[in-house]
Structure formats: C-alpha cells, structure tokens
C-alpha cells in the first residue's frame, strides 16, 4: 500500500439511469425506472414485463412485441414467460439493424433533455425531467416513426443488411 505502488484511478461521479418504455400507435406506456442492481431477466419480468408490458400489451388490437436482441430478452426464462403469456413477438436476426422506432424517441428524448439546460443533481431529478420529456412527446411524433417502418424495411433490403440512416 505504498502511494509509490498505487495506481491512481478515475471516477466520474456520473450515474447512469435504465428505461424501459413502449410505444404503439397513438399510444404510449407509462415509463419504468429500472432498480440498481436489479437488471437480471427475472428483474426484468418482475419490474416490467408483469407490472406494465402485460397490460399495455394486451391493450391493442393486435399486438406485436419487437425488442432487441438484447440477453435480458432473450434469456430462457424471458422466452418462457413471453410464450406462457401468448406474447407474439417480432424476431429478429443476430446483429441486425435495429430498426425498432422507439430508439429514434430514446434520442429525441435525450436531446429535449440536453436542450432544457437543467442541471442534475441526482438520479431522482433525472428520473422526473425523463418523464415529463416522454409525456411531452407528441403522439403524432410516435406515429410518423411507426408510419416509417416499411421505408425502414426497404432501405435495409435496399442496403442489404447495412446501415440506413434513421
């Protein structure tokens, strides 16, 4: 424990802050603030897919799941509890383009966040200026990005499996 042997080491002191949220058309779901420490799938189906998805999900006339291939959904015990509850999901190959609409409102949304110019102080001030930006995004915004989906579709094909630019 000499200092002469002790590599100094950085901290940003920057927290980072997990969201789960759902879009369809002209509809939005209520936000999730994910737990630290609780990220597992099972925490997962426990602060999502239970108390939020289930419900959004089983609200719309005819419903279809798309995530990411992200392992929090697509662990074994994620798939079982989506086929227990008759969850129809869109599948999506290894290492596609995400072409999901809800990462354009992810960015727009950190942007509206960036232009309020509101300092941060903690997490629980983070969590309430991303809720009033979600709720403030504006339904026809939603469904244009939804109304994209099939340009979206062909681009890829278009650019075979590359890049596009959305």
Not at 69 to 80: C, D, G, L, Q, W
Request: charge should be positive; proline fraction near 6%; hydrophobic fraction near 35%.
């Amino acid at each position: 424990m000499l200092p002469s042997c002790l590599a100094p080491t950085f901290k940003s002191g920057r927290s980072s802050l997990s969201i789960w949220g759902g879009i369809t058309y002209n509809r939005r779901s209520s936000l999730v603030f994910f737990n630290k420490g609780q990220r597992s799938s099972n925490d997962f189906i426990k602060q999502v897919y239970e108390p939020v998805l289930l419900d959004f999900y089983n609200s719309c006339s005819t419903p279809v799941l798309m995530e990411d291939n992200a392992p929090i959904h697509t662990a074994k015990v994620a798939r079982e509890w989506k086929d227990n509850h008759q969850i129809v999901r869109l599948n999506w190959p290894p290492q596609s383009p995400d072409l999901n609409p809800i990462e354009n409102l992810w960015m727009i949304l950190k942007r509206a966040k960036e232009r309020r110019f509101e300092y941060v102080r903690n997490i629980e001030s983070l969590k309430v200026l991303v809720e009033s930006e979600w709720n403030l995004m504006s339904i026809e915004k939603i469904n244009k990005l939804i109304d994209s989906m099939p340009k979206r579709m062909k681009d890829v094909i278009r650019s075979k499996g590359y890049l596009i630019d959305y």
